[in-house]
């Protein structure tokens, strides 16, 4: 069966750290690209990150440049998002999204991915 799921979330307070998990059974994840998605309550979801199955391509929605990381352990068939600095406007449930490789076209589309993990919370707040 495949499956994306998503660990890692909770509580943090402002300026904290997270590393969110993305594992995969069913399939191999070094051969697809990896997309992080976020949705904040009452609003779209929307593309946090991205990284490409080679790890040569990488893509972070501004708000996350320079706070977000992709990395990946294809040994534990396992894509992570590290975020410092968090905000609580980085509250959301965060959720991961992996498709064969085509380049980074639309890679903050939601539709543009194979498979989807079910979420993980994240809430930023003192």
């Known amino acids: 069966q495949v499956q994306l799921v998503e660990s890692g979330g909770g509580l943090v307070q402002p300026g904290g750290s997270l590393r969110l998990s993305c594992a995969a059974s069913g399939f191999s994840l070094d051969a697809y690209a990896i997309g992080w998605f976020r949705q904040a309550p009452g609003k779209a979801r929307e593309g946090v990150s991205y990284?490409?199955?080679?790890?040569?391509?990488?893509y972070y929605a501004d708000y996350g440049k320079g706070r977000f990381t992709n990395s990946r352990a294809n040994a534990k068939n396992t894509v992570y998002l590290r975020m410092n600095s968090l905000k609580p406007e980085d509250t959301a449930v965060y959720y991961c999204a992996a498709r064969q490789s085509r380049g980074g076209s639309s890679w903050y589309t939601w539709g543009a991915y194979d498979y989807w993990g079910q979420g993980t919370q994240v809430t930023v707040s003192s």
């Open positions: 990284i490409s199955a080679s790890d040569r391509i990488t």
